[in-house]
């Protein structure tokens, strides 16, 4: 659960807990990842691994640590993407790359790396929350090879 709530950006578990109705039922159940739900940018090899290792039937799980940790290992991280608001997200390293969205219509999804727009992924939305799902489906993808 350690991964999970650090993937999902979750900072108080307990308030989360509580934000939620019949916990226990979804801990024996083992329905209690998908009652609290995921960040949309969490990247699908990251879900599948700690779905396997939270697995409520112990046979689904991982054998051991040393399997569970060779399965993280063999995570090929392309971007770290840090969020600086809910809108703006950066890349600190080799280079610089940006990805934001405009606060105002039309919606404009803008990727910078090193300060030069990308035209190719450069979006236009007509509504905030379709520009927001493109960028978090964005990190999503660009975070892992």
């Known amino acids: 659960m350690t991964l999970y709530r650090l993937v999902n950006n979750i ?3 307990q ?3 509580q934000n939620l109705s019949n916990v226990e039922t979804h801990v024996t159940k083992g329905s209690l990842i998908a009652a609290v739900g995921w960040q949309p940018w969490v ?4 879900r599948k691994i700690i779905l396997k290792a939270c697995a409520s039937h112990p046979d689904r799980r991982y054998n051991s ?6 399965a993280t290992d063999r995570i ?3 971007n770290d993407w840090s969020r600086i608001t809910p809108t703006q ?3 600190q390293g080799t280079r610089l790359a940006e990805i934001s969205i405009t606060t105002t219509a039309p919606f ?6 090193n300060g030069r727009r990308q035209n190719a992924a450069t979006r236009q939305f007509l509504s905030s929350s379709a520009a927001l799902d493109y960028l978090h ?7 892992l090879s």
């Open 43 to 46: 990247p699908e090899k990251i």
């Open 11 to 13: 900072n108080d578990w």
């Open 137 to 143: 489906e964005y990190i999503a993808t660009s975070t």
């Open 76 to 78: 090929s991280w392309i």
């Open 15 to 17: 308030v989360k807990l």
């Open 108 to 113: 404009k999804f803008e990727s910078k790396v």
């Open 89 to 91: 997200w950066s890349v």
């Open 65 to 70: 640590v040393r399997e569970y940790r060779q």
